[in-house]
């Protein structure tokens, strides 16, 4: 049984910034396990039409080599999937990761041998594995959402989900198909398929404030200009909220007249990005002035949108903007301009099963070639329950999670000694620009590892008090934002039947949460037991 200082699960941005530093940094035996063909986790899986990352891609990358930012250029203001894929096995090149990372083998279970203070872990390939640190990469949206609907297993058509997207091309042209669910994947396919399909219909559970990405193809002097800021564009996506470059204003929507708020909000979409909502330093914090922001979109969508019914539907919003996921858009609303694409409000038309042929809602019958589901994620705590954890006494991390996921900073679990977590459930993850938090979460369990190794400590988790205690500071910041104003949201796992209702990422900013990491290094990992 081959044995290794530590494993790590994953080859996406985090597993392999982690190799490189488990395995060149601190000298340990290292394996990184991949369950897909090649390197790139998420965007490995995400190659449906269309996809693309909403950070811009100056900041979507890694910033702890100033040789590894220098050396790539980013040639859209945000990149697609392959473009990114490609940026990947650039990096995977240049640190030489491939050599220590098993592909296409998926972890069945890991279980802790309080014995051999030790982690056991089995993968579909029966292979069986030990280390003494385990690390786990799996990314916070990588567990794909097909929604159980009645009659799925009967449909006599190809269906696919935006995540699990095949690598085979996918044939759509003159095909009539259907499109579940219109959050940031949805709003991405959409528009890109529209110009191939015959018939497009969407079906809408809640619909979605859009922010047009206006994307461009970068000039030279862009790019000259973002390779020669590097140490400032590093230093200043470490001190904003979501690891992005902008900034929020210190304005309030108040302290203008309609007219001149209009101007800046303008201003501001006619600019694109996630920075629309940071215009104002009040849009995300206060309802009255999110108020402002969501009308001045809800009227450019009336505006877009020809027949007055559907824009209706794509405005009938039950939540603040920024309260979900914000999404950014390349023509979305413009596609329900055209003859070829249908929307369904399943609110007032819910479907009732999938037949043979399509669809059936409450209203009508549909019959498609393919169907896609654009239906997300089990976010954060789904990919870490897919390993079938078991900690020390046998403790299941199902059955521990059962009511709401305990973790300390989103990096280390009660009871799970020696396992660390990257962007999990507890950390800012998913709110933030992703492989900012990566790098911070990385470094901060490359250090920990460091300082047990000098002190030849044996294993280090954290205590229930100290888990408890950071459930209840997410719960109180999570309290006073507007993220809970929203019905139906993934951040609280309100789209998974069964999940616990409970806000999962840390909604405090990246600056915070990056001090409050700090000082637990600084204070040598007091809230923890360490052996």
């Known amino acids: 049984m081959l044995q290794f200082d530590s494993i790590i699960i994953g080859a996406g941005i985090s597993g392999l910034y982690q190799l490189h530093k488990c395995r060149d940094e601190l000298n340990l035996k290292t394996l990184a396990i991949e369950e897909g063909s090649d390197i790139g986790g998420t965007w490995f899986w995400n190659r449906y039409p269309g996809a693309r990352c909403d950070s811009e891609s100056h900041t979507y990358g890694y910033t702890f080599s100033e040789k590894i930012y220098k050396n790539w250029t980013w040639k859209e203001k945000y990149p697609k999937q392959n473009t990114i894929l490609k940026y990947l096995k650039y990096v995977e090149k240049k640190l030489d990761l491939k050599k220590d990372i098993l592909f296409n083998n998926k972890i069945t279970s890991a279980k802790y041998l309080e014995r051999k203070n030790l982690w056991l872990i089995k993968t579909n390939k029966n292979k069986v594995l030990l280390c003494k640190y385990l690390i786990c990469a799996v ?158 979109i809800k009227e450019k969508i009336l505006n877009t949108v020809k027949d007055k019914k559907v824009a209706e539907i794509l405005t009938n919003f039950d939540h603040p903007f920024t309260s979900k996921r914000p999404t950014l858009n390349t023509n979305y609303y413009e596609i329900f301009n055209k003859d070829n694409v249908e929307l369904i409000d399943l609110k007032t038309n819910p479907i009732i099963k999938i037949t043979k042929k399509g669809i059936k809602t409450k209203y009508n019958e549909f019959f498609f070639d393919k169907i896609i589901f654009a239906t997300g994620y089990d976010a954060l705590t789904g990919p870490l329950l897919s390993l079938n954890l078991v900690g020390k006494k046998n403790i299941k991390l199902k059955k521990l999670w059962s009511k709401s996921p305990k973790t300390y900073l989103g990096l280390m679990i009660p009871n799970f000694p020696n396992l660390f977590i990257i962007q999990g459930p507890g950390s800012p993850s998913v709110l933030t620009n992703v492989p900012v938090q990566i790098e911070q979460h990385v470094e901060w369990i490359t250090n920990c590892l460091n300082f047990l190794n000098k002190k030849n400590k044996k294993t280090i988790e954290p205590t229930i008090s100290s888990a408890k205690r950071w459930s209840a500071e997410i719960k109180k910041l999570a309290d006073a934002s507007l993220f809970m104003k929203a019905k139906i949201s993934w951040y609280k796992g309100d789209n998974i039947p069964g999940k616990p209702k409970v806000f999962i990422p840390y909604p405090g900013g990246l600056p915070r949460y990056r001090n409050i990491c700090n000082k637990v290094e600084k204070n040598q990992y007091k809230e923890f037991l360490i052996k």
């Open 139 to 296: 990314g916070s949206l990588s567990s794909a959402n097909i929604p159980k609907i009645k009659g799925l297993n009967t449909y006599e058509g190809k269906y696919y989900h935006t995540g699990r997207w095949p690598k085979k091309k996918v044939n759509l042209k003159n095909k009539v198909v259907a499109q579940i669910g219109t959050g940031s994947s949805g709003i991405q396919v959409a528009p890109t398929i529209a110009k191939k399909v015959k018939k497009l219909v969407i079906f809408q559970r809640t619909p979605n404030y859009s922010i047009p990405a206006r994307n461009k193809k970068l000039t030279k002097e862009i790019i000259n200009k973002y390779l020669k800021n590097y140490k400032k564009i590093k230093n200043l996506i470490k001190k904003t909220p979501g690891g992005h470059t902008f900034n929020f204003s210190s304005r309030s929507v108040f302290d203008f007249n309609k007219i001149e708020r209009n101007k800046i909000f303008e201003e501001a979409w006619l600019k694109g990005s996630l920075a629309f909502r940071a215009c104002f330093g009040d849009i995300t914090k206060k309802l009255d002035a999110n108020k402002k922001a969501s009308n001045f």
